[in-house]
Nanobody
């Protein structure tokens, strides 16, 4: 499975942005899709995950209530809707697949997209 992330860009503080990740190849109901981000000089941070089969969602405390993960099975795509963006949200955002179930550990994800840059600035 190859993952292609898109939708990043420049947004003002308080604004919204939706990033997308298209998977080429089949995703199975046992798979979990996750979103991570990484800012310069910082470790990769898990943000959210969604079970491909059930659609169950899980969030890091840092983004709960502001970010929403969703999926379209028909389009083989996972989304991350980001609201009330802050300068601290500036980072490269990555989507990834875990074949081993729900996890916030990047090592449990075996397929990664190339990342899309999100910059929050006035």
């Amino acid at each position: 499975v190859q993952l292609q992330a898109s939708g990043g860009g420049l947004v003002q503080p308080g604004g919204s942005l939706r990033v997308s990740c298209v998977a080429s190849g089949r995703l199975y109901s046992s798979h979990v899709m996750g979103w991570f981000r990484q800012a310069p000089g910082r470790e990769r941070e898990w943000l959210a995950a969604i079970r491909w089969g059930t659609g169950g969602t899980y969030y890091a405390d840092a983004v709960k209530g502001r970010f929403t993960i969703s999926r379209s099975s028909a389009k083989n795509t996972v989304y991350l809707q980001m609201n009330s963006l802050e300068s601290e949200d500036t980072a490269t955002y990555y989507c990834a697949r875990s074949p081993r179930g729900l996890s916030n550990n990047p090592l449990e994800y075996d397929n990664w997209g190339q990342g899309t840059q999100v910059t929050v600035s006035s």
